[in-house]
């Protein structure tokens, strides 16, 4: 009764065919994906959309498909799949791969065009254009041994105090001003190769260890530069790096220990494995509280909260239920994306949001 | 087809049904490799009365319908051969009850085995099948395909917890088998008859299952050998000894080496076979038992023995046990994996007949299983697009296959038959049994809507190869 025909474009040449022939089909990832808890539907699951791949690469579907195409832009990208998938899937190069093909042209979200035309922008001119509006964390100079503190193009404009608060904790970290974007929103939006090349100008930029406190930059400029040269800045401090932690003074609320929650931020969790050290600086900071699904997407997912508002509101909204139940003072967060995605959930809530390097500067 | 839509449409909802190609490629197989139909249409029911509706609808118009709930099974049971419906029963994910006093739960069926477990261990009961997917496998799937896990030897499988089920027969009958009592032998025990039946015989809509209070204490150990055979050996001691272990896993090199690769829990990737054996119950009572199989496998040639320091250390070893299947596809863009099981006594023969049959087959099978119930899992690691390689494959489970059967076994302990293993199924069952099952099957299932191609059918049909 079915038939299955093969789409005059089964090229093969869409995915590198050592990574999709990775996943066995299991199914383990399918409880970590948020968008598949949110459906229920295999399309929507890691396991599924390799399937819809495997289509794509073997000529049973377009890439063009409607399926397809409205997978490739539901998927977070959180990349909450690949700890859990006991044969080692790379499923964030798999989405790139994904995003590269069917994202172009009159296929890419009009948003997504918008964004990154502006985020390149920044990146490639260099010009600090947020700069000039704060003056943010800028120094003028440093040794070159010094580590530098990445400025980050969306920290730069929305929350130029969390550079602040990071050069406040440990003084030792530069912030050149002529610093790019890392390109990490372009790799997730269809331009691998270009969000690839932005983050190896940023290295050439930053010699030397690059200190960031973005969690999302943190995991794009480690696949590109190499893991010892980069650190997410919970990971900096918990390595011994500026303050003694034992030394902070807890943040005191009504006079009593502040009650601190983290959320994690999903590609330094899920792609970099750290995670214990935000947890291991908070414990210092406060009276640490485990959000529960803390490891999950919040549902900011780099530029998804802009171009898919309705789906990002409901991935964050169980988890806004769920703090609320924590009676936390502080919603703790380690990537920008993440700030806004909390601030905005827990907006008019008794919790407020904050990056940890702010707590750490004002624990000092 | 339009009117089949329409009125599909018409039952649950035009939410609740998928006809776009997408939508339907991503039904067209199961964990199965191999295995590849799409389906003519997708439906997701949000309760009984619409499956019996849909079923009606089916059987009016001979419309073939599988029942599939994660789609984490390994014998293509889920894939829809002859295309038709395909009925996804995860919107039916209630845990209705769970009785401390009654010492049961009733859930539906689209439940996972996890969330069951959780629920259970909440009010300090047990819902003792865990089989290696539980962490995405519904309670229905695992009914119908009479799950395993890693309690066999103790504790028995799915079938002994099932109580009761709801199931809706192909004409739309909705009708309850057994029910919460422990003893029952009202009629034919048709709770039995459908667990197992892999979805053929009717769609299970509720299940009830039995629980038992949780033991106060866990513990598990490593043993290394110097292969398979030998830590069969020792499991037969162990049990010869009058241990009843609750876990008794084994893995051959192979495994070991892919499952550290993911795990990193430091296990000896140098021995030739890790035997993992654990018990629960009364703290004191576990550590002697524990005591006593460590002794008794140093004995019988352990190289190594080790104790699980710690609740978190125990949970770590069985989470790593039951990933070596993914972690081995690690090996090979192809995984093809079976199910043979022996009488116990016959597990180190078994063993050395599995490595001789790779062995001449120039096959990378690793083996690992349960060597507790004598259920192997020899996994077979190729290059899909090596067609020869493939094909030899083929020849060596048909062997293997072949030894099982000669040393009192079967074909598949726990996965089921589905449509892979159907070729092979008269090899265990014989003819006459054979046509009693197809007999059966026209009692439940007159028109033969559910599931063909599967148990109950021949064995002849064709299947289409497709992706890995």
């Known amino acids: 009764m079915s038939d299955e025909p093969r789409t005059a474009a089964g090229t093969g040449d869409v995915f590198d065919p050592d990574l999709l022939s990775r996943c066995m089909s299991c199914g383990f990832c399918l409880p970590s994906c948020p968008t598949y808890r949110m459906t229920g539907e295999e399309a929507s699951s890691p396991r599924g959309r390799i399937t819809l791949m495997r289509a794509v690469q073997d000529g049973r579907l377009d890439v063009t498909d409607p399926t397809v195409l409205a997978q490739s832009q539901f998927c977070l990208g959180c990349r909450a799949c690949e700890p859990v998938c006991p044969a080692g899937v790379q499923y964030g190069e798999l989405l790139e791969e994904w995003r590269d093909t069917a994202w172009q042209g009159r296929n890419r979200p009009v948003l997504a065009k918008l964004l990154m035309l502006m985020m390149s922008r920044l990146g490639m001119v260099g010009i ?189 909204a169980p988890k806004v239920a769920a703090i609320a139940e924590l009676d936390l003072d502080y919603l703790v967060v380690v990537n920008p994306g993440c700030y806004r995605q909390m601030a905005a959930g827990l907006r008019g809530s008794g919790t407020r949001v904050v990056h940890l390097a702010e707590l750490v500067a004002r624990a000092l | 087809m339009a009117t089949l839509v329409e009125r599909l449409t018409s039952i649950v909802g035009a939410a609740h049904v998928r006809t776009a190609a997408g939508e339907l490629e991503v039904y067209a197989r199961d964990a199965t490799p191999l295995f590849h139909h799409r389906p003519d249409v997708v439906v997701f029911p949000g309760s009984t009365a619409e499956v019996a509706e849909v079923l009606r609808l089916a059987t009016e118009l001979r419309i073939p319908v599988v029942p599939r709930g994660a789609g984490s099974n390994l014998c293509a049971a889920t894939v829809p051969l002859a295309g038709g419906i395909v009925l996804v029963l995860t919107r039916l994910d209630e845990i209705l009850e769970v009785s ?138 162990v049990i010869g000894a009058g241990i009843t272990p609750a876990t ?96 116990r006594p016959r597990l180190a023969e078994m063993a050395d007949r599995i490595t001789a049959i790779a062995a001449k087959h120039e096959l990378t099978i690793g083996t690992f299983g349960h060597a507790g119930d004598g259920n192997l899992h020899p996994t077979c690691v190729l290059d899909a697009s090596d067609a020869a390689a493939v094909e030899r494959s083929h020849a060596a489970f048909g062997e293997i296959f072949g030894a099982a059967i000669d040393l009192g076994g079967t074909i598949t302990g726990e ?50 190869a497709g992706t890995a």
Not at chain 1, 157 to 165: D, E, G, N, Q, T
């Open chain 2, 415 to 464: 996965h089921g038959v589905g449509a892979a293993k159907l070729p092979y199924l008269s090899r265990r069952l014989g003819n006459d049994q054979m046509a009693l099952l197809s007999r059966i099957k026209t009692a439940f299932d007159p028109a033969g809507i559910l599931n063909p191609g599967k148990l109950g059918s021949t064995g002849d049909q064709t299947t289409e």
């Open chain 2, 248 to 343: 008794c896993e084994f893995l051959d090199r192979t495994c070991v080496a892919a499952v550290e690769d993911y795990a990193h829990l430091g296990l000896d990737t140098e021995a030739g076979a890790l035997l993992l054996f654990g018990d629960d119950g009364d703290p004191e009572l576990v550590d002697r038992s524990l005591g006593r199989i460590a002794d008794v496998c140093t004995e019988h040639g352990a190289t190594g023995v080790t104790l699980a320091a710690d609740v978190a250390a125990s949970e770590d070893l069985l989470a790593a046990r039951r990933c070596s299947l993914p972690a081995l596809s690690r090996l090979g863009s192809l995984t093809i994996l079976e199910d043979a099981t022996v009488p």
């Open chain 1, 128 to 316: 600090t254009l947020a700069g000039l509006v704060r003056r943010a964390a800028r120094t003028r100079r440093g040794t070159p041994a010094a580590p530098n503190l990445m400025l980050g193009c969306v920290e730069r404009v929305l929350y130029p105090k969390v550079s602040r608060a990071a050069r406040r904790a440990d003084p030792s970290l530069v912030a050149p001003a002529v610093q790019g974007c890392c390109g990490a929103l372009h790799a997730h939006n269809g331009e691998s190769g270009l969000g690839r090349r932005m983050a190896r100008r940023l290295g050439r930029q930053l010699p030397g260890t690059i200190v960031t406190t973005s969690g999302g930059c943190s995991a794009h400029l480690a696949a590109e530069l190499g893991a010892d040269r980069v650190q997410e800045f919970s990971a900096w401090l918990a390595a011994g790096h500026g303050p003694d932690l034992a030394d902070l003074t807890p943040i005191q609320v009504d006079g009593r220990r502040a009650r601190l929650g983290l959320q994690d931020s999903c590609h330094l969790r899920n792609a970099l494995g750290v995670w214990r050290e935000p947890r291991e600086v908070l414990a210092h900071l406060g009276d640490y509280v485990e959000v529960p699904d803390a490891g999950s997407c919040c549902g900011a997912a780099g530029s998804y909260s802009v171009l898919r508002p309705a789906d990002s509101r409901e991935v964050l």
């Open chain 2, 100 to 237: 401390g006093p009654e010492l049961l739960a009733r859930v539906q069926p689209g439940v996972s085995t996890q969330a069951l477990a959780t629920a259970a261990a909440a009010q300090g009961l047990l819902y003792v099948p865990d089989p290696g997917s539980k962490v995405v496998s519904t309670v229905g799937g695992n009914v119908a395909t009479c799950a395993g896990g890693l309690r066999g030897l103790k504790y028995g499988v799915t079938r002994n917890y099932v109580l009761g089920l709801e199931v809706v027969l192909p004409t739309g009958e909705v009708v309850r088998t057994g029910g919460r009592l422990w003893k029952d032998v009202a009629g034919y025990d048709l709770t039995r008859l459908l667990t197992g039946s892999e979805g053929t015989l009717g769609v299970i809509t509720e299940v009830t299952v039995a629980l038992l209070p949780a033991p106060a204490a866990t513990r598990t150990g490593v043993a290394y050998f110097a292969d398979l055979a030998a830590a069969g050996r020792a499991v037969d001691a």
